[in-house]
């Protein structure tokens, strides 16, 4: 896949068949136009081209914005190029962009910049200034400027049922179940292993600590969950806890993988954390012992999820 940071250095020596959007979480609903972007280009004679953005629109023009995102950039990358996308523009979103009028951005992005042969779009896609711009829009300047608009209907989006919104409510509310049905696939965290305060390792559980360094990722809410992650190239599954570690003292949030079959030095590797189900919420409890405790069971809640999936 070949990725651009910005409209202007886009370039390809074919016509482009495109859709575009933030795309966050790449999920099901976002496939069902992802893959006619794909089989639009299956003859080879256009390209196919994703536009999004960073910073998030809210981001950029809510004040006090504090949305999470589903993706960092870097897994955006990983699961469009898995689709099988030819070509990604992650434009930087600012406020002179969001200024652009409709017309602009059709003319000189769209025409001008991408050569557009198609745009494939939802039926409620807005876009412009203010956002004032609708399908019916679009339609009218494809047939000024010499392009197709193919727009997925309204019962096609509304049988998926899908937003990104919803994905983020489910993970904030601990249905790690449902919000991997929206998405299609394990919503994953990607981080870092570095150094922690080694409590797991003298209590028998010894954890990996995650560092995720895009602030802006969605973390799920404090609590206990199943995970899995590829260790050298098998898959070891494990137990996560989000939160301070109460029960130790007052500590920041960290993210801690216990192993279930692995031992060995993770440090300074970056690994990609499936999540794949919620055991319970954080607690704080009245000894080291009855923590102990208390893992051994998560431990076996998760052995007993595990067995079901093999």
Not at 93 to 109: H, Q, Y
Request: hydrophobic fraction near 35%.
């Amino acid at each position: 896949m070949n990725i651009f940071h910005s409209i202007e250095d886009f370039s390809s020596s074919k016509k482009t068949i495109l859709t575009l959007g933030t795309f966050d979480g790449v999920h099901i609903g976002h496939k069902k136009i992802l893959d006619k972007l794909i089989q639009n280009t299956q003859n080879k004679e256009y390209e196919s081209l994703v536009l999004t953005f960073f910073p998030h629109p809210r981001m950029v023009l809510q004040d006090k914005s504090e949305i999470k995102l589903l993706n960092t950039i870097p897994e955006k990358i990983e699961l469009l190029e898995s689709i099988g996308i030819e070509n990604l523009v992650i434009h930087p979103f600012d406020e002179s962009f969001s200024r652009l009028t409709a017309e602009e951005f059709v003319e000189k992005i769209l025409v001008n910049q991408f050569h557009i042969h198609k745009i494939i779009i939802g039926y409620d896609h807005r876009f412009g200034r203010n956002r004032t711009a609708n399908i019916d829009d679009l339609i009218g300047f494809g047939q000024k400027y010499g392009f197709e608009v193919e727009q997925i209907s309204v019962q096609e989006l509304n049988a998926i049922s899908v937003s990104s919104t919803k994905v983020r409510k489910a993970i904030v509310e601990g249905n790690i179940g449902l919000a991997n049905s929206y998405l299609g696939y394990e919503y994953f965290l990607t981080g870092t292993v570095v150094e922690g305060k080694r409590l797991g390792r003298t209590i028998g559980f010894p954890t990996a600590n995650l560092d995720i360094k895009e602030e802006y990722k969605l973390i799920p809410s404090n609590g206990v969950y199943v995970v899995k992650s590829s260790i050298n190239g098998e898959t070891v599954f494990g137990i996560m806890n989000i939160g301070v570690n109460p029960t130790v003292g007052t500590n920041p949030v960290s993210i801690e993988v216990y192993f279930l079959d692995f031992d060995g030095d993770l440090y300074s590797q970056e690994l990609k954390i499936s999540i794949l189900h919620y055991i319970r919420e954080e607690q704080k409890f009245d000894s080291i012992d009855i923590l102990k405790n208390q893992i051994q069971k998560d431990k076996e809640i998760a052995e007993a999820y595990i067995r079901q999936l093999q």
